[in-house]
């Protein structure tokens, strides 16, 4: 039974020059096929056909095509969480965004549903668009912020300013969102101490429900890499270090819990959606370059969405490569994902690591509770170091 479905929508109005997701500027005459070829590989799913992996009971044929089918019981899907992601989903126009709530309102049993997170970029939020969102049942926002500081906002090439970010979270809370994400960013080059804590402070007083806050990463085929690759931009782990520690101390001291390294929320809205990511459960990807993990199967979609959308509506499966898992792969997953959340990992995943588990304790970077190894304070800001020496 899968319970958590990612969406990815991979188009923006513009391109970050830090973003490595899969994305391409915003094709309005490709965005309806789009939303149709989303709507139809959901419905794929639903049939039980093209699930990598599965046990093939039966041959069904469509439009001329024929499709593995299964009657394996994990493709049944039952969402406590759906997740729409890119990109920028709110890009889309109220219309095509209207079909594909309602498809996927009319393709899904919702019974058990609990959050239902849409990404937004301030640039692309209107009144009109979050009444939609809100009318169809999306309960989560997730909203690209990154600074409350316009020449920063400038330098990340973001299509919006401070104003705007304001106005687009104020539009969201009056359009009834209680659970709404800021996402932040720190290590920016030319960003001060002063402008961090700042930004942290105009958060506060906007009182979100969760904050995603994320040190810059110069990812390869970016501007920013290059930038950094000619010295335009330094990387500064110190600083990034003391951004870190001026967060959680300003956002903890806020009553935010710190319940994964990124990621801080008031009590009772921690993300349910990237928890069960992060305690390595089944979820199903959708849409262009999506990764989906079921039992000990993995696999991913095309990314280029052109392709992506002539397969799906040629009645042809959009998945690309795929692999088989090992319980082995599996646990070292957990341990680098579980490692930054505050519920740390489990003793048995690091049984067979004593040695180093002891090291690290002896560093006063892991210590021990409730059975669980959980990083220090310190060990926060060594979080990957420490997660290289266990796996
Ligand atoms: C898919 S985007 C969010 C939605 C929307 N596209 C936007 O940018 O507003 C996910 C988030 O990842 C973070 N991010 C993207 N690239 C990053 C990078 N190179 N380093 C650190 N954080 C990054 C940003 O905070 C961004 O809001
Ligand atoms: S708007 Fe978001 S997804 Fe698009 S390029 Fe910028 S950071 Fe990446």
């Known amino acids: 039974m899968i319970r958590h479905i990612y969406v990815h929508i991979p188009f923006c109005a513009r391109i970050c020059p830090y973003c490595a997701f899969y994305k391409d500027l915003l094709d309005r005459p490709h965005t309806w096929r789009f939303c149709e070829a989303i709507l139809r590989e959901l419905e794929l799913y639903q049939g039980g056909a093209i699930f990598p992996g599965s046990p093939e009971v039966a041959v069904a044929t469509e439009g001329g095509k024929s499709f593995r089918r299964t009657r394996d019981r994990r493709s049944s899907l039952l969402p406590s969480t759906i997740y729409f992601g890119g990109g920028t989903p709110t890009a889309l126009t109220i219309a095509q965004l209207e079909l594909l709530l309602r498809g996927f309102r009319e393709r899904l049993n919702l019974s058990c549903l609990e959050e239902w997170t849409i990404e937004a970029n301030p640039g692309s939020v209107s009144a009109r668009k979050a009444d939609l969102l809100k009318k169809f049942g999306v309960n989560r926002i997730s909203l690209g912020v990154q600074s409350w500081d316009d020449h920063l906002l400038k330098l990340l090439g973001r299509e919006h300013n401070a104003r705007q970010a304001e106005e687009s979270f104020h539009l969201l809370r009056a359009a009834g969102f209680a659970n709404i994400n800021v996402d932040l960013m720190f290590g920016l080059p030319g960003q001060t101490i002063e402008q961090w804590r700042s930004t942290l402070e105009k ?107 002539d397969r799906v509506l040629s009645g042809q499966s959009p998945v690309g490569p795929s692999e088989d898992l090992t319980s082995e792969m599996k646990r070292t997953e957990r341990i680098a994902l579980s490692l930054r959340t505050r519920d740390g990992v489990s003793a048995s995943d690091l049984k067979h690591f004593a040695q180093q588990t002891d090291e690290i304790i002896a560093l006063g970077l892991l210590r021990k509770s409730n059975g669980n190894f959980v990083l220090t304070r310190r060990g926060k800001t060594l979080a990957d170091s420490v997660a290289e020496a266990l796996v």
């Open 203 to 309: 958060t506060m007083a906007l009182q979100p429900d969760h904050i995603s806050a994320y040190c810059l990463t110069y990812e390869e085929d970016t501007e920013f890499f290059l930038r950094h690759a000619r010295g335009e931009f330094r990387q500064d782990a110190d600083a990034d270090s003391e951004f870190f520690e001026i967060a959680m101390a300003i956002l903890e001291h806020a009553g935010y819990e710190h319940y994964e390294i990124s990621n801080y929320a008031r009590p009772a809205f921690s993300s349910v959606h990237n928890r069960a990511y992060w305690l390595g459960k089944d979820y199903l990807g959708i849409g262009p370059s999506a990764v989906s993990t079921v039992g000990m199967r993995r696999w991913q979609n095309v990314c280029d969405y052109r392709s992506y959308i």
